[in-house]
């Protein structure tokens, strides 16, 4: 008998939610699918600043749907398609609701075909600072760090939701594309230069990124110290700068996969930007992005990102330490390894507040514990960064050198392009090293205030 509503396959759908309830962000993501894969297909205009895509988006349905949603903030949407078939939508904030003409069932592998256009909007984080997409002095940046992707394409919009992307940009000739992965083609085409980017392994949204502008690039055959392909974008004027930098990628990812484990993505590289293009550098997936030629460290840095954030993403935003914890004990394990201060000195540094030995030991970040920042606009402060790396030292300390380098490299085997929490990490740490690490959890973790004792 038919139903009001039932159709079809006589599937009977409920709409999926409109966001994953993370405890910082929580309309960020959606319910009731799993993305599989992007196919975008951009074009850009710098000199009107509008952006003309087709976002094509794999997805399984995890509940039999009868809505779905999507992030995207701003831009205007000029047709959705789900299989083939002409989909009802309506906007509402950052939620593109999706109705399509058929309910989904629960398993099924669906295609949505969003056609959309408009200048995109810049986002400001709750921390004040920008992301979304910004446009430069000589094209536009796509920055995603926490809800900035949302503002250049519609999609699940939250770390938890990995998948693979294919990005197709056309820009004026003259003009460079740079995004995430594997340049499966660079063509001419009267005016225009297409690019062809592929990202096989899973990646979360916030780490797409693009660059447009004038950049001079260069790249290698995997025949390196990395031994995968070294693409890199530099803006004019700070190549000379960039350049003595930029050629240490090799070597900095061989260093890694040392520490940590294999580097696990096809490629790597790096965006220089023009200096204060950005208030921040950003560990896009194989590319991470910088505002002005950066140093060793912040290369290091970055380049760290790509096993922790990256490879290993996590699940919530709260887990955030375990991103910027790690890379910024990889700075420090990468000046013990180079004749700098060793993780001690450094960590004894922090403990004493002892800005001498390292200006950046200037006590700011005692005001929360790292693994729970007091709201959304606290993510990137301090105490997740640095107090995070002296987590991971107290782990060091208790542990000892062989055991806690075998469960770092354990760590990115097992979660190698998934998702982790905090609570994975303690367990999985203590498990791995075969040590009670509980007050290194309640002191150093999940403590309030600086330990009376380091
Ligand atoms: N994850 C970036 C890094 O440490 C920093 C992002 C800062 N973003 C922000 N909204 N404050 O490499
Ligand atoms: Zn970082």
Redesign the pocket.
Known sequence: MAVAGCTGGGVQGMPGAAGLRDPYFPKAGNGGYDAVHYGLTLDYAPGSGKLTGTAEITATAQQALSSFHLDLDGMDVDSVDVDGKGARFSRSGQELVVRPADDLAKGRTFRTVVHYSGVPKTVE???????GWIETDDGALAVG??VGSMAWFPGNHHPADKAAYDVAITVPRGYEAVSNGVLKSRTENGGHTSFRWHSAEPMASYLATLAIGRYTVRTTTADNKAGVPVYTAVTPGLAKKAGPVLDRIPEVVAWGAGRFGPYPFAATGAIVERDGAL?????TQTR?LFAGAPDVD?LV??LA?QWF?DSVTPRTWKD?WL??GF??YAEWLWEEDHGGLTAQERFDAFYDEDTEADPEADGDYWAFPPADPPGPEH??DDPV?YRGAMVLHKIRQAAGDKAFFAMVRGWTADHRHANASTEEFTAYAERATGRDLSEVWDVWLRGDGKPDER
């Open positions: 984080d709750p921390d004040g600072s920008e992301e760090e926490p208030g921040y550098a950003l560990e991470p912040l840095h970055e990102h954030g955030m991103n910027e890379a910024t993510i990137s960064y």
